[in-house]
């Protein structure tokens, strides 16, 4: 079954920075799209970035210009490097794959996304 690991989270001062990495298992990484998504508690999760199979990245006006995600399909990892980090961003970050093609097309939605990493949180102290 596919699975989406994880890992790079922690605490960190605000103005820091880290780096996530998600390691995508059985699943046919460099034709889909691929996202990273955030939540807090009491609010509905919130997109992040995607890219798509070609490369091409979609961003929340929230973290443009202090966050990049990427991909390195001869791994099948994702990665979201995170700069400048302040503590609005604390939330649990998700990784997710979509099964439906290498197009992005709903944008920073959830709904086209069938597979999701279990989370690790991210905690950015003022």
């Known amino acids: 079954q596919v699975q989406l690991v994880e890992s790079g989270g922690g605490s960190v001062q605000a103005g820091g920075s880290l780096r996530l990495s998600c390691a995508a298992l059985r699943y046919p990484f460099s034709r889909y799209c691929m996202g990273w998504f955030r939540q807090v508690p009491g609010k509905e999760r919130e997109g992040v970035a995607t890219?798509?199979?070609?490369?091409?990245?979609t961003y929340a006006d929230s973290v443009k210009g202090r966050f990049t995600i990427s991909r390195d399909n001869a791994k099948n990892t994702l990665y979201l490097e995170m700069n400048s980090l302040k503590p609005e961003d604390t939330a649990m970050y998700y990784c997710?794959?979509?099964?439906?093609?290498?197009?992005?097309?709903?944008?920073?939605?959830?709904?086209?996304?069938?597979?999701w990493g279990q989370g690790t949180q991210v905690t950015v102290s003022s």
């Open positions: 997710a794959a979509d099964g439906w093609g290498g197009s992005c097309w709903a944008g920073l939605r959830t709904g086209p996304f069938n597979y």
């Open positions: 890219i798509d199979s070609n490369g091409s990245t």
